[in-house]
């Protein structure tokens, strides 16, 4: 049967000790109410001892959130635990993180002490916090490269105490998967009283392995992942929340379930970095501008085929509307046909053909292709040859001072005239040359831009046009303003289906 995992985020304690990412108590409460939001277990708002604007986070963050264990971290100090306790008063649920360097690099190099003197030490500290708060959490810091007899046997005395809540922290990211499952299984099966207290996990990244060594954690019976949105952390940062979740979701073979809200994990991931000013990169699991995005022929062919050729997550379900097609020089014709089709246009393989040699063409010499290129690209192709042509346009008027038109079209092999008042000589044109045509047309959007400037300005106009509700775009350039709109909407006339 599936058992809870617990989500402990850590964003605002160790994600916000990275350089740059620091936050003041009102971006703080922003990002707990999201992380709340997001459905986090237990909440660390901080290192209260640390500075008083720290201790005022996590003050207001308990006052602000209601539904996650708010905790606050100390080391195994009483006047640490005693501030710590003392900023978690206004907490729903608190939880304090006590705890001490247990490997022989920290007993001897950091503390120059003893393996007993520090085991008196962490009991002395987990008693001195359970007398002030609802609930203890011990950490062995370090614990990824310490000793696993005496990491059992401190262990087993801090439960003794009574912490309820046992982290491992890989506080170097040293640990192989292997080894740190080894580990949290070493602890389940060697430690008496281990029933009384959930293991947790808290990995780093330095080799890249957090979330392997997490899950790896998870698998040999963790029941707690301490983790960060987007991962940050540390020099090369936590186990990030949104890795772990996913992974777990989309392995039903891991025994165990998170509360998490996974809608609302892009959100989450974009208000984090943008207050933390932390960019994510683009290929980054899950929450990077890629993580959904398809570029090579092949592959896009396949996800339009259908999108589990090449996705395991359906984008949906972190947030993210929809899948990308991205348009490059590796693109396929799959991937053109895909965006032509979104744009309003349906091309028979022949003319497909044409447009995708020049469409290389134009790939080849920028990066990436976007809606705009593709219309231009589209204007030439279609303009070659147009159903309607403009035969004779005349005007008279000025823009808001009304105006009259008179337009000549060859429509197909006719010639058809027509004319009309506007309210300027733009919107008559439009009026004149809508009288000749018969579908129902609405003009959506309309914008003019100047291409050289000096006496001979070149004028070029996008417009785009409504009809069946799917848009047709046109473009038209002229030095007269009047004529340049006419050529568009005659260009994006000669879009629409063929009756
Ligand atoms: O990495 C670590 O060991 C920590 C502890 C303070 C929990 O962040
Ligand atoms: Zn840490």
């Given at each position: 049967m599936s058992e809870k995992l617990w989500i402990f985020d850590t964003t605002l304690r160790d994600g916000e000790?990275?350089?740059?990412?620091q936050l003041d108590t009102r971006e703080k409460i922003v990002v707990a109410k999201a992380l709340e939001a997001l459905g986090v277990?237990?909440?660390?708002?901080?290192?209260?001892?640390?500075s008083p604007g720290d201790f005022n986070s996590v003050v207001e963050i308990s006052k602000a959130v209601e539904d996650p264990i708010i905790c606050a971290l100390s080391r195994a100090v009483e006047k640490d635990i005693e501030v710590a306790a003392e900023a978690l008063k206004y907490a729903k649920k608190s939880r304090i993180h006590t705890g001490i360097g247990v490997s022989g690099y920290h007993i001897?190099?950091?503390?120059?002490?003893?393996p007993d003197a520090v085991l008196e030490k962490a009991v002395k500290a987990v008693k001195f916090a359970r007398n002030l708060v609802g609930e203890v959490e011990f950490y062995a810091e370090d614990a990824g490269r310490a000793d696993p007899e005496f990491l059992a046997k401190i262990v087993e005395a801090v439960i003794k105490a009574g912490a309820t809540v046992i982290n491992i922290p890989d506080t170097t990211g040293y640990c192989l998967p292997e080894q740190y499952g080894n580990i949290i299984r070493f602890l389940k099966e060697n430690?008496?009283?281990?029933?009384?207290a959930i293991l947790s996990t808290h990995c780093h990244n330095d080799l890249g392995l957090a979330t392997a060594n997490s899950l790896s954690g998870v698998l040999n019976g963790a029941r707690q992942v301490e983790v960060t949105m987007n991962g940050i952390?540390?020099?090369?940062?936590?186990?990030?929340l949104e890795e772990v979740v996913m992974a777990i979701k989309s392995h039903k073979e891991v025994p165990v379930y998170t509360g998490?809200?996974?809608?609302k994990i892009y959100e989450t991931s974009r208000i984090i970095s943008k207050l933390m000013n932390m960019p994510i990169q683009?290929?980054?699991?899950?929450?990077?501008?890629?993580?959904f995005a398809h570029s090579s022929g092949i592959h896009q062919d396949g996800v339009l085929k259908n999108r589990e050729n090449y996705e395991i997550i359906d984008p949906k379900d972190v947030g993210v509307e929809e899948s990308s097609i991205v348009l490059t020089a590796r693109s396929g014709r799959a991937a053109l046909k895909h965006h032509l089709k979104l744009l309003g246009f349906e091309f028979d393989k022949e003319k497909l053909d044409e447009i995708y040699a020049d469409f290389l063409t134009l790939a080849d010499s920028k990066r990436d292709i976007g809606r705009k290129d593709l219309l231009s690209l589209l204007g030439e192709h279609l303009e070659n040859a147009p159903f309607i042509e403009m035969k004779e346009v005349f005007y008279e008027g000025s823009e808001g001072a009304g105006g009259h038109a008179k337009v000549v079209l060859a429509i197909g092999e006719e010639e058809k005239r027509s004319e009309s008042d506007g309210n300027g000589p733009v919107d008559a044109v439009i009026k004149s040359i809508k009288k000749l045509i018969p579908q129902q047309v609405i003009l959506d959007e309309f914008l003019i831009q100047a291409i050289t400037k000096g006496s001979d300005d070149v004028c070029k106009v996008h417009m785009r046009l409504m009809h069946n509700e799917r848009p047709y775009h046109g473009f038209g350039s002229e030095t007269d303003i009047v004529l340049a709109s006419a050529k568009a909407f005659i260009d994006a006339l000669n879009k629409l289906p063929v009756k």
């Open positions: 000790q990275v350089p740059g990412c277990d237990i909440l660390e708002a901080g290192f209260p001892v640390s001897e190099h950091k503390f120059r002490s003893t430690v008496s009283n281990i029933d009384k952390g540390e020099r090369a940062g936590n186990t990030s998490i809200n996974t809608k683009p290929n980054k699991a899950i929450v990077g501008r890629n993580a």
